[in-house]
Each structure stands twice: as structure tokens, then as C-alpha cells.
């Protein structure tokens, strides 16, 4: 079958650096999504992975080796608006979306 | 991009009933998913919304439970019939604004529902 493997909920302190990971096993690839959803909100667009290495956004980077079903998600300098969930998304060869149950993170003070 | 206005927001439906959700979209989109997404899970596609056909749906949605329509380009809904206590979930519209392979999805605010 194919599924998608996150860390249920992290905690990290403002200021700091975190890193989310994901771990997928899905048949056939075609990219790989971050979203970013904030309570009671819809998912946003963070960042798409389809070829190895590291794509940076400001504070935002997200890494990917296909080779290990491997990505993450790096958020630097946290502030406590980047308290969410993050979902990271595959496609795989049918261009379907397998979906990750998300990432809570939690920024203290 | 895409704006989405998704309606209703929220609602406390009884057992039995139905519920339509809408979903305006700001400019015509090729692609348009409905998704569940219960607590603590991830999201759910139920089905793609097909202009001017039936909607395609995924393993373990059907047609009668949650049908769809999409009468052009910009718009579509989704009814949740019959509705039981297990359908108490967020509902989400989503649109791509094309089916290329690293399109980015747009979601609306989504539609939490509670059925008692």
C-alpha cells in the first residue's frame, strides 16, 4: 500500500530552527508537496519537491532525496505564527495525491 | 492564483438529513477536488468534480451518499445525504488550475460539520 510517515506533533521554541520529516513509500513519483494549515483553516502552499536536494524560501527550505523516500521541512528563525500542522503530499505515478496526516507544531515562547 | 469562497462554513445538521456545500471559484479552473478531513487525520479526496459529467469518486465514496455537481467552470457542490454521526468532519473544496504534475492546490476555508 502506500503511505506517508510524519512525526504526529513537535514543539520548538521561538527564535529557533526545527525540522520536520517525512517518509513515504508510494507507488511510482511525480513530487512532493509541503502544505501549512493553521487551526481551523484550509492548507496553503508551502513548497514542491521533485527533484533531489534542497529548495530554500526564505525562512522556509524543504529537502528531498528520492532515492531514501525521504523529504523535510526546515523553518528557521521560528516565530509563533508558524504554529500549525504541516502536511506533506505525494504524487505518485497516477499523479494521485497521497496525503500525510500532518505535523502539529507547537512554538513556545 | 485562485480565490475560493466555500459555503457554509460550519453547521449542526440531525441524523438523516442532507447538506449542500458550495464552492465559488474566482476564475475557470480545470481541476476541482472535494476532501474530508477528520481530526487529527489527514485529508481524504472524495472525489474529482467533472465539468459537465459524473464525478469520479474514490474507494469507499458513492455517488448516492455524496453527490456531486459541477455545472461549468467555477463552481461545484457536494451533498452529504442521509446523514449520520460519522459524517462529522471538515469538508474542503480544492481546485489546480491545471492537471500538470506540480500544480499547487488552492483550498476553500472548508466546511466543519456536526451531525447529531
Known amino acids: 500500500g502506500q503511505n506517508i510517515d510524519q512525526p504526529t506533533e513537535m514543539t520548538a521554541t521561538e527564535g529557533a530552527i526545527v525540522q520536520i520529516n517525512c517518509t513515504y513509500q508510494t507507488s511510482g513519483f511525480n513530487g512532493l508537496f509541503w502544505y501549512q494549515q493553521h487551526a481551523g483553516e484550509a492548507p496553503t502552499f508551502l513548497s514542491y519537491n521533485v527533484l533531489d536536494g534542497l529548495e530554500e524560501k526564505g525562512r522556509f527550505s524543504s529537502f528531498l532525496s528520492r532515492s531514501k523516500g525521504y523529504s523535510y521541512l526546515l523553518l528557521k528563525e521560528l516565530q509563533m505564527k508558524d504554529s500549525a500542522s504541516y502536511l506533506c503530499?505525494?504524487?505518485?505515478?497516477?499523479?494521485?495525491?497521497?496525503w500525510g496526516a500532518g505535523t502539529k507544531l507547537i512554538i513556545k515562547p | 492564483s485562485a480565490v475560493i469562497s466555500q459555503k457554509p462554513s460550519r453547521d449542526i445538521c440531525q441524523r438523516g438529513t442532507s447538506l449542500t456545500i458550495q464552492c465559488q471559484v474566482d476564475s475557470q479552473v480545470t481541476m476541482m477536488f472535494w476532501y474530508r478531513q477528520q481530526p487529527g487525520q489527514s485529508l481524504t479526496l472524495i472525489a474529482t468534480?467533472?465539468?459537465?459529467?459524473?464525478?469520479?469518486?474514490e474507494s469507499g465514496f458513492v455517488i448516492d451518499k455524496f453527490p456531486i455537481s459541477r455545472p461549468n467552470l467555477t463552481f461545484s457542490t457536494l451533498t452529504v445525504s442521509n446523514m449520520s454521526p460519522e459524517d462529522s468532519s471538515i469538508y474542503l473544496c480544492?481546485?489546480?488550475?491545471?492537471?500538470?504534475?506540480?500544480?499547487?492546490?488552492?483550498f476553500g476555508s472548508g466546511t466543519q460539520l456536526s451531525v447529531l
Open positions: 480544492s481546485v489546480a488550475l491545471s492537471p500538470s504534475g506540480n500544480e499547487k492546490l488552492f
Open positions: 468534480a467533472n465539468q459537465g459529467s459524473e464525478a469520479t469518486y
Open positions: 503530499a505525494v504524487k505518485d505515478s497516477n499523479y494521485q495525491l497521497i
